[in-house]
């Protein structure tokens, strides 16, 4: 069964000082990895996908990175407002539905 | 574009109740997802649909879980016999063929059952 985990389950940073999370897969067929953001009492907010180990996707200070059994979500000089959980979740081929890891609570201290 | 719309945001019934919760995707999404998710966990998948088809269905949409999308537009998600268990975020979302599987969320309804 396709299974998606996480890790760590929480950071704690400083201000500026930059760091990486882990989702480590497991999917017979990968479609795509994706990466979500999720604000406490909100639905998840679309960051990336990514679709072919060595692929890379930056948005600001976000930058997701693709192997072929992990994938990476780097934030360089992290902001408060970086502070969430943020969610990884693979497709297998064939399939639509995303099967989400549990998440990593992200908390930046200015 | 406004989003995916969900209704009500929160509700609160009593054990034994039926309940349903409404979603409108973003005009045009042609696929609708319902998840749901509890407290401390990633969201877990329970239908799918395209257009009106309903393609994909979870074991863990039990027989008291049923979910339309009539004319293909919004969808309904209707839990009968409401149980202590069923209190979570249920979340809705919708893709399009030119989104792919990338998929937008609602902001979700939260459902107490007392």
């Known amino acids: 069964e396709d299974q998606v985990t996480q890790s760590p389950e929480a950071l704690r940073l400083q201000e500026g000082e930059s760091s990486s999370l882990n989702c480590s897969y497991t999917v017979s067929g990968l479609r795509g990895l994706f990466w979500y953001r999720q604000d406490p009492g909100k639905g998840p907010e679309f960051l990336f996908t990514?679709?072919?180990a060595g692929e890379e996707k930056e948005k600001e200070r976000l930058k997701a990175t693709l192997t072929k059994k992990e994938s990476f979500l780097h934030i360089t000089a992290p902001k408060p407002e970086d502070s969430a959980t943020y969610l990884c979740?693979?497709?297998?081929?064939?399939?639509?539905?995303?099967?989400f890891g549990t998440g990593t609570r992200l908390l930046v201290s200015p | 574009d406004t989003g995916v719309s969900q209704d009500p945001r929160h509700k609160i019934t009593k054990r034994g109740q039926n309940v349903t919760f409404r979603c409108d995707p973003i005009?045009?999404?042609?696929?609708l997802y319902w998840y749901r998710q509890t407290l401390g966990q990633g969201p877990e998948f329970l239908t799918y649909?395209?257009?009106?088809?309903?393609?994909?269905k979870s074991r863990l949409l039990s027989d008291r879980f049923s979910a339309e999308r009539p004319k293909g537009s919004f969808s309904t998600l209707e839990i009968q016999r409401t149980e202590q268990g069923d209190s979570a975020m249920y979340l809705c979302a919708s893709s399009s063929r030119q989104t792919g599987t990338e998929a937008f969320f609602g902001q979700g309804t939260r459902l107490t059952v007392v």
């Open positions: 979740a693979s497709v297998a081929t064939g399939f639509q539905k995303l099967v």
């Open positions: 649909f395209q257009n009106e088809a309903q393609l994909e």
């Open positions: 990514l679709y072919s």
């Open positions: 005009s045009e999404h042609n696929r």
